[in-house]
């Protein structure tokens, strides 16, 4: 916001033929109205960040945002890994469930799998690693639209329905790399 206020205050000043840079641009939305202002280019880490740190919008494709499908590590995540030495999860049933659903996943995006079969064991995972949690809905569309394969960018040819599962940290910045090569 201040930096929109001191670019309104100098426009009238400012030689139009001086090119402006601003490092640093979180809020995306304000894009537009830099650009009325004299902005001619700039950076961000938003499209990165939100690729992993964002709890909705992890993928961009187009003017669209889409949730990452999680699937942590059992062997990776310390929150799954604290309920599991407490013994809130059994470890032995966690690891089948994460094999199956990164299984189903892999041929859900084959199309060999539903979607039905496929959404309810990504929510039976949930369950496990994180039981108050219920992104049925972000899931269903994320899977039912498949955003990776309206995608041309070499990530998402490369790697396919893997770039939407919010994972370990290569995956994510996977991700990320995508969403900036979108958002260019």
């Known amino acids: 916001r201040e930096i929109l206020e001191v670019l309104r205050a100098v426009d009238g000043v400012r030689n139009p033929k001086t090119r402006l840079h601003l490092l640093g641009v979180t809020r995306l939305d304000t894009i537009a109205e830099f650009a009325s202002l004299g902005v001619c280019s700039f950076d961000s880490t938003a499209p990165l960040m939100r690729a992993f740190k964002d709890k909705k919008k992890n993928y961009y494709l187009g003017s669209r945002t889409f949730p990452a499908v999680r699937v942590p590590q059992v062997d990776g995540n310390p929150k799954f890994k604290r309920r599991m030495l407490a013994g809130e999860v059994d470890p032995v049933q966690a690891r089948v469930l994460e094999k199956k659903v990164l299984g189903l996943l892999n041929q859900y995006d084959e199309e060999a799998v539903d979607l039905a079969t496929t959404l309810e064991a990504v929510l039976e995972y949930e369950h496990l690693f994180d039981p108050k949690a219920d992104r049925e809905a972000d899931y269903r569309q ?25 994972r370990g940290a290569e995956r994510n910045r996977r991700r990320g790399f995508h969403n900036i090569y979108e958002f260019r």
């Open 142 to 166: 994320v899977l039912t639209d498949r955003p990776w394969n309206q995608c041309e960018c070499d990530v998402c040819t490369s790697i396919g329905i893997h770039v939407i599962i919010f």
